[in-house]
């Protein structure tokens, strides 16, 4: 467990990481932007607020615009004498009520939150009609029919191993390969929803919805499973890959170990 910075210390420099959980529905993705609302940007202004000088808060996954975090691990450097509870309870106090610092504790200044990760999890959440959710609507993708989740769930065991997932990678970022391992990849009916859980050492732009995309099509039957190994196959991919909306993904957490 990192250690405590006692909270009557003078000011020193350290690294922190913060474990936080954010409602995406507002905001144009993690990502700094010049003219948008981000995830980013928020917490780096409040975070400034409170240690009184620049800070740049790093992010283990660049969630899209839409895209919900419940697990998303970030660090930062910054001078201060508060303890890492302390620091919690001041961010918590200051952020905007779609956002929640779950945790803060001091790490070693080689951690970082991208680049040590090890496995990030992602859950995708549908729910099934005839009638729409209300007070869920802004985090589940509603389908007004019943999907076939056993044709799913054969289709989604094609993509589970060390693979080349080019086929679910949309332009926008450049990436020096599209290799990626999927260590578990499961779809679960949960009532009327389905839950499509995903974890791998990392994924390409759009890689999880394009996945869901495609398991979509298949759950409603307008293609086969076999379409899921098709697509790796990469020789003459038989479709593009449709994108799931953003609402419905979640990053649920991030191992390091």
């Known amino acids: 467990m990192p250690s405590r910075l006692p909270r009557n210390s003078s000011s020193s420099r350290s690294t922190v990481q913060l474990l936080v959980a954010y409602d995406g529905t507002r905001y144009a993705g993690w990502q700094r932007q010049r003219h948008a ?3 980013q940007a928020t917490l780096e202004s409040v975070l400034r607020q409170i240690v009184g000088h620049r800070v740049i808060v ?18 930062a450097t910054i001078t201060t004498r508060l303890s890492p509870n302390a620091l919690c309870r001041a961010l918590n106090a200051l952020v905007p009520p779609d956002m929640l610092i779950r945790r803060v504790t001091r790490v070693p200044t080689t951690f970082h939150a991208r680049f040590s990760a090890v496995r990030k999890w992602y859950r995708y959440r549908i729910v099934m009609g005839p009638l729409k959710p209300l007070f869920e609507r802004s985090y589940v993708h509603f389908v007004p029919r019943t999907l076939n989740v056993s044709a799913m769930r054969r289709a989604a065991k094609a993509w589970v191993g060390c693979h080349d997932f080019r086929a679910f990678h949309s332009t926008g970022r450049s990436t020096t390969s599209t290799r990626r391992h999927v260590h578990a990849l499961s779809v679960t009916r949960q009532g009327r929803e389905v839950w499509i859980d995903v974890e791998a050492d990392g994924f390409l732009y759009h890689m999880v919805r394009r996945m869901v995309g495609t398991l979509l099509e298949i759950g409603k039957g307008r293609w086969t499973p076999r379409i899921a190994q098709a697509l ?18 979640c990053l649920m957490s991030v191992s390091y170990d």
């Not at 790093?58 to 660090?75: E, K, L």
């Not at 890959?241 to 609402?247: D, L």
């Open 37 to 39: 609302l981000t995830v």
């Open 58 to 75: 790093t992010a283990a996954g660049r969630t899209d615009a839409g895209v919900h975090a419940w697990g998303q691990v970030t660090h």
């Open 232 to 249: 790796m196959d990469h020789r003459q991919p038989p479709v593009v890959a449709p994108t799931a909306p953003a609402k419905g993904l």
